[in-house]
C-alpha cells in the first residue's frame, strides 16, 4: 500500500473525493476541511493499492491538483486491516511489478542534479580502484564498486531518455562526465605525486595482474554484465528494492576503470588508457541502453495490463 497525501484547493475537492471514494483499490480515506494552509484548501489522505496508484495520479492530474494543489507519496510499513486486504485484492497485478511514473520521474529529478556527496563519494570510490589497480586487490574493487553512486545518474539518463525528457537526459549525462572528469583528475594527480613518492610506477600497472587485470581488457562478457546490471538496477528501482542495488554495484566495472586510467595516466603505462577507457564507456553505455529497454517494456506491459483489467471490469 501507498498513502496519498493531497493539499486539495476547496473547489476541487469534491471532484478529487468523486474520484477516490469509489475505487475499490482505496481505503482509509479522510478528509480535513481547511486542513491545508500551503496551498490553502482541505487536506484529503487515503491509502492506495500500489498497483492503482499510477492510474489514480493521472486522474488526479487531469482534474488540474498537479498544478493547483500538492501531492505527496508515501510508503506504508504495514496496513493490517481488511480493508487494505480488500483494496489490494481489487488492484491489477502484483504489488512488486506496478510503477508509480510519477515517484520513479521525481527520483530521477532529484539524483540527476548532483551533489557535493555524490562527486566525493565519486572521488573517493575512483582513489579506492587506483589503489586496487596498483597492488592487485580484488577486495578494494569489490570495495571500490560499493561505494561508487554512479548508477543513480545512469538510471536518471535512463528515465530521462526512456520517458521522452530531454532536459533530464541531458542533466544526467552531464553529472556522469562532470562527475568521472573531476574523479579521474584528482586521482591522477595524487598518483602522480605517489609516483615522484616512489611508491609505483609504470611497470607496477603493466605487470600482470591476475586480480584486476580484466578491469582494462573489456570483453564480450563485460558488456552482457553491464546489460544485465542494467535491467536489474533499473527493476530494483521502480520496484522499491533498493537492496538489489548493492549486487548491481558489485557486478559493474565503470569506477575500477576510471582508477585504472588514472594510475595508467600519471605512471605512463599508455597500454592500458584505452582499454580501461573502453571499460568504463561500455560499461555506462551498457547500463543505459539495457535500463531504458527495461523501462519501455515495464510501462508497456503494464498499460497493457491496466486496459485488459479495465475492459474485464
Known sequence: MLHLRLAVPADLSAEVLELLEPSRSVCNLAITRGGSLKPAGDLVEADVAREATDGLLKELAALGLHDRGGITILAVEASPSRNAVDAEKHAPGAPDDAVVWDAVLDSAEGQSHGSWSYYAF??????????????????????????????????????????????????????????????????????????????FDASTVASPRPLTGFIWRPDRWSLVVAVLAGAAGVLSTTAGRSNALVGVFISVTTVPAAGDF?????????????GAAAQLGLNIVGMTVAGVLTLLLQRALWDRLRRRTAVAA
Do not use: K
Open 122 to 199: 565519486l572521488c573517493l570510490a575512483t582513489l579506492i580502484a587506483s589503489v586496487a589497480v596498483v597492488t592487485d586487490s580484488a577486495i578494494l574493487v569489490v570495495g571500490a564498486m560499493v561505494v561508487g553512486p554512479e548508477f543513480s545518474a545512469v538510471a536518471s539518463l535512463a528515465v530521462g531518455l526512456a520517458l521522452g525528457r530531454r532536459q533530464l537526459a541531458a542533466r544526467a549525462l552531464g553529472l556522469l562526465v562532470r562527475g568521472f572528469a573531476i574523479a579521474i583528475a584528482l586521482t591522477t594527480l595524487l598518483a602522480l605525486v605517489a609516483v615522484a613518492a616512489g611508491w
Open 262 to 274: 588514472s594510475v595508467a595516466l600519471a605512471s605512463g603505462a599508455w597500454s592500458q588508457l584505452g
